[in-house]
């Protein structure tokens, strides 16, 4: 009776290897792509930016209707555009540029904001040490950047078209004001393409700013230095014909003018240059943006010890 007793218990115990090899799970197979991990990734950047909605995605559209008030303000219906634009009214010109300035100014903000503050703080490793591949990680923060600045740019066009109406609202009546700017959209394509490119653009920019900088000061200059004027002097707020030689050629080595330039083309139907030409440079410089972003993760420049 021992004997099948000692028999029995020899066969059921597990030996240390078997019980090791039971708990050892199985490596996860993610196939092409880490599907889940980029979804993840994009969530964080959305959620970071949507948490604090007042100072993202508010105050850049109350910044821009206070633009347009002041110019509205200033010129009232006296602005006389020349050249391409002759005859148009100047707000409805004015207001796709500072859309799209607006659109720009935070897709950037956000991957160089979110980037630079993880440096900071060392808290790379929370995407550094997920499986997630460097083409997964440039697809995560751009995707983020973009959808900020796409956010702020659709609300501060429906603002500006539709603020004669809010106004009358708000005073329940009482007031009844033309809108800021009208912006009837002529070629539909041309809204979405060209602002889709900048919003990407400038996403690949403000990470790769965002992993170059070693501090807040860095990355200040990057902005005011390189984004700020080169939003600024980019026919946004005039048309670029009205300059002299040889600004007016150098106007045209500015790559925020063929998205600002085409943009205002899917509004008005009416452009500075060939809305062909700012096809294929907004393309260019959008895979080439997003290359460079994908360089730096695969490398680990400034990231990695």
């Known amino acids: 009776m021992s004997d099948i007793s000692v028999q029995d218990t020899s066969e059921t115990a597990m030996s240390p ?32 930016f ?3 909605w007042m100072q993202t995605l508010f105050a850049p559209v109350i910044t821009t209707l206070l633009f347009m008030t002041v110019f509205k303000l200033a010129f009232g219906d006296r602005g006389q555009l020349t050249g391409d634009f002759e005859g148009m009214i100047y707000n409805n010109f004015l207001a796709p540029g500072l ?13 160089s904001s979110s980037l630079t503050i993880s440096k900071v703080q ?8 997920p499986p997630l591949s460097p083409l997964e990680l440039t697809l995560g923060f751009i995707a983020g950047a973009a959808t900020r600045g796409i956010m702020v740019g659709l609300i501060s066009g429906l603002a500006i078209h539709f603020s004669g109406t809010l106004i009358w609202l708000v005073t329940l009546g009482q007031v009844n004001v033309d809108s800021l700017a009208s912006l009837n959209i002529t070629h539909f394509w041309a809204v979405v393409y060209f602002g ?16 170059w900088a070693d501090k807040f000061d860095h990355l200040a200059a ?81 990231l990695k010890a």
Request: aromatic share 14%; net charge positive; glycine share 12%.
């Open 99 to 111: 859309v799209v300035m607006g659109l720009l100014q935070n897709a950037f903000q956000n991957t």
């Open 196 to 211: 889709a490119a900048a919003a990407i653009i400038l996403g690949a920019l403000g990470a790769m700013g965002g992993i």
């Open 122 to 129: 060392g808290s790379q490793v929370d995407f550094l040490m």
């Open 17 to 48: 290897s078997a019980s090791q090899a039971a708990l050892v799970r199985p490596p996860r197979r993610y196939g092409l792509m880490n599907g889940l991990g980029t979804w993840t990734l994009y969530k964080r950047e959305v959620q970071r």
């Open 222 to 302: 990057v902005t005011n230095f390189v984004i700020v004027p080169l939003t600024f002097l980019s026919g946004t707020f005039y048309d670029i014909k009205v300059m002299v030689e040889p600004f007016y050629t150098i106007a045209h080595f500015d790559p925020f003018f063929y998205l600002i330039d085409g943009f205002r083309y899917g509004f008005l139907g009416v452009a500075n240059s060939s809305v062909m030409t700012g096809v294929a440079v907004s393309g260019v410089l959008a895979v080439l943006s997003s290359a460079g972003v994908w360089w730096m993760f695969r490398s680990g420049y400034k």
């Open 50 to 52: 949507l948490k604090v």
